[in-house]
């Protein structure tokens, strides 16, 4: 496909995918128009990058359904000035939206060879505003805390209190999947001062949180 092919493709799924069901943040709906999602994924899949599905991306994960990636996206309600947390990078689709979206964005992610590749592609397309680093994203970054927005891309039995901790006691927002491991509904939760109140959003499918404060890591 031609980059003409692929910005087509990139303008038919937010009308399609997210206009018109319901998201209607335009700064969202422009960070995905821009955001390019096939150099996200991996070769083989590379003509199904604008599919409303989620794909594999190796290490048993996955890059999240666009739909699902701007539903989550706009729960934060960013404004521009923003510190994200994002937990679980992937292969860095969702970094470099939110990277579109906020002054500065730290990601987290588990599995060291899937930080890397997308840490070197957000660089190669210019996002110097990320920062990411492996480890246990259930425990957060408590060195850059505190964040006004936090975002899970992985399915939690509960939410990690670490995170909880770390969101900004002035509005700070968090969006995670909670539920069991085969089927989840995303929690959208605001810190003032030191109470979370927490909104029941749309049933969701994700991968597992692993961590301290997720599920046990797979068993071989």
């Known amino acids: 496909m031609t980059h003409a092919d692929w910005v087509a493709a990139r303008a038919r799924m937010v009308r399609s995918q997210l206009r018109g069901r319901g998201v209607d943040d335009p700064r969202v ?13 991996p070769e083989s899949t590379r003509t199904h990058a604008y599919s409303d599905r989620a794909l594999a991306i190796g290490h048993g994960q996955t890059i999240s359904q666009p739909y699902m990636v701007a539903v989550m996206t706009q729960a934060l309600e960013l404004k521009g000035q923003e510190r994200v947390l994002e937990i679980g990078t992937g292969s860095g689709y969702q970094c470099a939206v939110l990277a579109e979206l906020a002054s500065e964005v730290f990601s987290v992610e588990r599995i060291p060879e899937l930080a890397e590749v997308a840490r070197s592609l957000l660089a190669e397309l210019g996002y110097g ?4 680093h492996a480890g246990d994203g259930t425990l957060g970054w408590p060195g850059e805390a505190p964040f006004d927005a936090i ?3 992985a399915a939690a039995p509960g939410t990690p209190a670490s995170l909880l901790a770390q969101l900004s006691p002035d509005g700070g927002r968090l969006v995670v999947p909670v539920g069991d491991r085969e089927l989840q509904h995303l929690d959208v939760v605001e810190r003032r001062g030191t109470e ?18 997720g599920w046990p890591p797979p068993t071989a």
Not at 129 to 132: E, K
Not at 196 to 213: A, D, K
Request: with cysteine; charged share 25%; proline share 5%.
């Open 29 to 41: 709906l422009a960070a995905m128009e821009r955001v390019p999602r096939e150099r996200f994924v």
């Open 151 to 153: 975002l899970v891309t």
């Open 196 to 213: 979370y109140v927490t909104r029941r959003s749309i049933g969701c499918r994700f991968v597992p949180l692993v961590g301290e404060q």
């Open 129 to 132: 505003n990320v920062r990411i």
